[in-house]
């Protein structure tokens, strides 16, 4: 009988885990929901019906997290879903008709993180000038260069796609919830003080996007190869930009207007700006400082 429940593969007792590994966290989950639901009937019922005051989450609120919540899932399992074949991808590549060697693996890889590092910094700032919507759709656009790019058999359109994508990447985990806390923020109804709760059952859900990404990025690389999920996840992009185009609005930086009177003052205390190289001196302070 035990010989007869073993996995065959390792495929099979990692599907039959995660099937278990499933079910005790639904359950719960379940569980918590209940006891959740048993404390504040309990807390009601002793405060009393005179007393008894429920805090109804506003519609503000509500319309708030169906339009976040979506396009930032989307994103995420378009994220999640290029991670597992982004190394094979690479490595099944022929250069001038040599295959793909680990150093050249690692300079494709570090393109990509230097990309980030250097033109990371002023991400920030083109998304409070030119908004945090039109941040998301190229968020979105420069993620699906990237993935494309995958395709290419020359080493420099790898080089330039992979630089693209690592753009892509630090928009994809900056705009969208830049957008969600500037919308918040301009709420009457108290919509910011919901802001944990949004961020909450957003994240919660990312491990099951992860196993759910990476189960499907699984089952296509076995039809097309190491370059089939990153084929596949547009798609994923796509939905997330429809929405954003359709129920988004566009939120910027809101500019400091003082008046004239204020304005000398104003540029006499105003503090020095910081600089990339300030910050540089905090981590590794010089002798003259």
Do not use: H
């Not at 994508?165 to 919901?194: C, F, H, I, K």
């Not at 988004?248 to 990339?276: F, H, I, L, M, R």
């Amino acid at each position: 009988l035990l010989q007869q429940l073993a996995p065959e593969s390792p495929e099979e007792l990692f599907n039959r885990a995660l099937l278990g590994l499933g079910t005790i966290i639904a359950l719960m989950r379940a569980n918590q929901y209940m006891e959740s639901q048993k404390e504040k009937a309990s807390a009601a019922d002793s405060i009393g019906p005179s007393k008894r005051t429920v805090k109804v989450k506003p519609a503000s609120v509500k319309s708030l997290q169906l339009r976040f919540l979506p396009v930032f899932w989307l994103l995420r399992l378009a994220f999640w879903m290029s991670g597992p074949y982004f190394y094979q991808v690479y490595a099944s590549k022929v250069f001038n008709g040599q295959p793909a060697t680990q150093t050249t693996i690692s300079r494709i890889f570090l393109v990509g993180f230097a990309s980030i590092a250097l033109l990371g910094p002023m991400m920030g700032r083109l998304l409070d000038t030119y908004g945090r919507k039109k941040g998301t759709l190229t968020a979105a656009l420069l993620y699906t260069v990237g993935a494309l790019s995958t395709t290419c058999n020359t080493l420099p359109m790898i080089f330039a796609g992979r630089a693209i994508g690592g753009l892509g990447t630090s928009l994809l985990g900056s705009a969208p919830e830049a957008w969600v806390v500037s919308e918040a923020m301009r709420g009457t109804n108290g919509d910011a003080s919901y802001l944990s709760e949004t961020f909450g059952i957003a994240y919660s859900y990312d491990p099951v996007l992860a196993i759910i990404s990476g189960q499907l990025s699984g089952a296509v690389a076995k039809q097309r190869g190491p370059t089939g999920p990153f084929l596949f996840l547009p798609a994923f992009l796509v939905g997330a930009c429809l929405i954003a185009i359709v129920f988004w609005g566009e939120n910027k930086a809101k500019a400091a207007s003082p008046t004239d009177d204020d304005a000398n003052d104003d540029k006499k205390d105003a503090p020095k700006k910081a600089t990339v190289r300030d910050g540089l001196n905090i981590i590794w302070p010089t002798r003259n400082s």
